[in-house]
């Protein structure tokens, strides 16, 4: 008989990290959690890493939605 471990699947994700999503268009992942917390706006984000609102936009989602990483299992 298998004995309950606790947990229903794998703790890992299954999705890019948010760091590794940022580092892809080109966002310096620091800088962005840093404009996150000190509550800039996406356009003023936008202008400082060179890339569109709509972009910064999609990474403000994707963390507000998932938080840094999206991790499977006991989180």
Do not use: C, Y
């Amino acid at each position: 008989m298998e004995k309950d471990q606790g947990f229903r699947g794998p703790p890992w994700g299954r999705q890019p990290s948010l760091e590794a999503v940022a580092e892809e268009v080109g966002v310096d992942f620091d800088a962005f959690l840093a404009f996150l917390k000190k509550g800039a706006t996406d356009s003023e984000m936008a202008a400082e890493f060179g890339v569109s609102p709509r972009t910064i936009h999609l990474l403000r989602n994707r963390f507000e939605r998932f938080g840094i990483d999206s991790i499977m299992g006991q989180d």
